[in-house]
């Protein structure tokens, strides 16, 4: 019903900003709810920030708040995460994620039905 492509990944020193995109293809992409989950080696797949369908409502994991902005453009149907202040710690791949019939929130990583393929994010000192 949709599929998920995700872009924007790649490596940047400590201090500095990246934009990932995800842009999907299918059926009313307005009506989904979306996120970002992140996958560092070594560890499980965590969530990062969802948004509201309409865009609204947004959810932060407690370590990117103040430094991660996610936003979504649906007349082009496309999600963004903006990362700025990156620090060391937030390398790792990240995937955008989607669901039609959940809210947006503090999502587990078995919430989403629809996933990107992933874009590796390294952040080096």
């Known amino acids: 019903q949709v599929q998920l492509v995700d872009s924007g990944g790649g490596l940047v020193q400590a201090g500095g900003s990246l934009r990932l995109s995800c842009a999907a293809s299918?059926?009313?992409?307005?009506?989904?709810?979306m996120g970002w989950f992140r996958q560092a080696p070594g560890k499980e797949r965590e969530f990062v920030a969802s948004i509201s369908w309409s865009g609204e409502s947004t959810y932060y994991e407690d370590s990117v708040k103040g430094r991660f902005t996610i936003s979504r453009d649906n007349a082009k149907n496309t999600g963004y995460l903006q990362m700025n202040s990156l620090k060391p710690e937030d390398t790792a791949v990240y995937y955008c994620?989607?669901?039609?019939?959940?809210?947006?929130?503090?999502?587990?990583?078995?919430?989403?039905?629809?996933w990107g393929q992933g874009t590796q994010v390294i952040v080096s000192s």
């Open positions: 994620a989607a669901r039609s019939t959940v809210r947006a929130g503090i999502w587990s990583p078995t919430i989403p039905n629809y």
């Open positions: 299918g059926r009313t992409f307005s009506f989904y709810a």
